[in-house]
């Protein structure tokens, strides 16, 4: 099957079949990353903006070096340092960048629905690299790949999210294409920073106790708190959190021999997991890191209008 998107936004749009797709497409461009020259004219004279309303290291960074490495000419826009300060409108900043005959936006958004905003009013493809609270696809299928790429496999996988539910779009990403991929899905964190009627969103199981959810689980993923999206009165202090929600080593013996432990990132050691925890063997964070310098070279590919990859 080929793929039939202009635009990625989220995973709740894409099928089993198109996530797989996304998924055998980056097993494949990895291959580059691992050359002594990282380059392929696959998208050569094809021009990706990178237009981030929002901070970033790894998501950026990896979009740039994805384009790069498909011989893509690449612009990066912060809003810090472009007309937004001016007050342009996301609008009339779109419309500047359409003029100059772009062939992808790849965009970061405070503000949920933005880039569904632009997909409408623009000609050139969109990539969602993260929007408010709603979805940070490339995230998700990032995160799918490194499950993959462990257990050769994500149906019937146990994946624990523990953390901030309410305002991580990592986490609703991931619930939406674990879901679909045939994983089970179990959510833990706080009560002010779980969503009422999150399991809505796909087959997914609440647990009041962040051991409940680790238990037996093959992968562990936790959430970083997302403080610039929420009010102070959400957490009693970060200490408290890190007692009830943190994971350290002895709440990962509940997991299974040889679980992985994954984090979006940036991690606040010793909040959301301790330092023993992000830096030992079961930690695949910076293998998440790597692979989503793959999967972003495959949303690209795809939106180019690129073949579908070997399986």
């Known amino acids: 099957m080929g793929f039939r998107h202009k635009d990625i936004i989220a995973l709740k749009d894409l099928t089993k079949e198109e996530i797989e797709l996304l998924l055998n497409t980056a097993d494949s461009l990895d291959e580059i990353n691992r050359r002594d020259i990282k380059k392929v004219p696959t998208l050569r004279g094809r021009t990706v903006v990178n237009l981030f309303y929002e901070a970033s290291t790894r998501t950026r960074t990896s979009f740039e070096i994805a384009a790069k490495r498909l011989s893509c000419d690449t612009v990066n826009i912060t809003a810090s340092t472009s007309s937004v300060t001016k007050g342009e409108t996301l609008s009339d900043t779109a419309n500047n960048i359409l003029a100059m005959k772009p062939d992808i936006?790849?965009?970061r958004h405070s503000i949920s629905g933005a880039h569904e905003y632009l997909a409408k009013r623009v000609s050139c493809s969109v990539i969602n690299?993260?929007?408010?609270a709603h979805e940070h696809p490339s995230q998700g299928l990032l995160d799918m790949l490194t499950m993959r790429q462990k257990y050769g496999r994500i149906e019937g996988l146990k994946v624990a999210i523990v953390g901030d539910i309410t305002h991580s779009r990592?986490?609703?990403?991931n619930i939406y294409g674990l879901t679909t991929m045939g994983a089970?899905?179990?959510l833990a964190g706080p009560p002010t920073m779980m969503p009422v009627g999150i399991e809505r969103l796909g087959n997914v199981t609440v647990c009041k106790d962040m051991r409940e959810a680790v238990d037996r689980a093959d992968v562990v993923m936790m959430l970083r708190i997302q403080l610039e999206r929420q009010g102070k009165t959400l957490l009693p202090s970060m200490r408290e959190y890190a007692r009830y929600f943190g994971l350290n080593p002895e709440v990962l013996k509940l997991a299974k021999p040889g679980a992985i432990v994954m984090h979006p990132g940036p991690i606040n050691r010793g909040v959301e997991m301790s330092s023993y925890v992000a830096?030992?063997?079961q930690s695949?964070?910076?293998?998440?890191?790597s692979n989503g310098v793959a999967?972003?070279?495959?949303m690209l590919y795809h939106v180019c209008g690129g073949e579908p990859a070997e399986g």
Do not use: E, N, P, T
Not at 170 to 173: D, E, F, I, M, Y
Not at 284 to 289: E, N, W
């Open 284 to 289: 695949y964070i910076l293998k998440q890191v």
């Open 295 to 298: 999967i972003r070279m495959a």
């Open 105 to 107: 936006i790849v965009m």
């Open 129 to 132: 690299a993260g929007d408010g």
């Open 170 to 173: 990592v986490a609703r990403s």
């Open 184 to 186: 089970q899905v179990f």
């Open 279 to 281: 830096d030992c063997d």
